[in-house]
Nanobody
Framework: VQLQASGGGLVQAGGSLRLSCAAP????????MGWFRQAPGKEREFVGA????????YYVDAVKGRFTISRDNAISTAYLQMNSLKPEDTAVYYC????????????????WGKGTQVTVSS
């Protein structure tokens, strides 16, 4: 599974960005899609995930209520809508895919894309 995240950029605090993760191929709907981020000098952290059909999502507390993960299986793309952004959301964001759904925190996934930089200015 090849993944490519896009949509990052520079935004002011309180603003919004939508990241996309394209995963061309007919097997997209067979994978749980997740988002992770890594801030400078910090370890990579899990942000959230969506199950195969999009019926279930999970978010870490730091982004709950501000970020929304969705997917469109018809075009093999997942999204991370980020609202009310804070400077502490600044990081490289990665999308990832895994065949298994966990209603909780993922510490890794099987497939990874290249990251996209999100910078939130105060």
């Amino acid at each position: 599974v090849q993944l490519q995240a896009s949509g990052g950029g520079l935004v002011q605090a309180g603003g919004s960005l939508r990241l996309s993760c394209a995963a061309p191929g007919r097997t997209f709907s067979s994978y749980v899609m997740g988002w992770f981020r890594q801030a400078p000098g910090k370890e990579r952290e899990f942000v959230g995930a969506i199950d195969w059909s999009g019926d279930h999502t999970y978010y870490v507390d730091a982004v709950k209520g501000r970020f929304t993960i969705s997917r469109d299986n018809a075009i093999s793309t997942a999204y991370l809508q980020m609202n009310s952004l804070k400077p502490e959301d600044t990081a490289v964001y990665y999308c990832a895919a895994d065949p298994s759904w966990l209603p909780g925190v993922y510490y890794g996934m099987d497939y990874w894309g290249k990251g996209t930089q999100v910078t939130v200015s105060s």
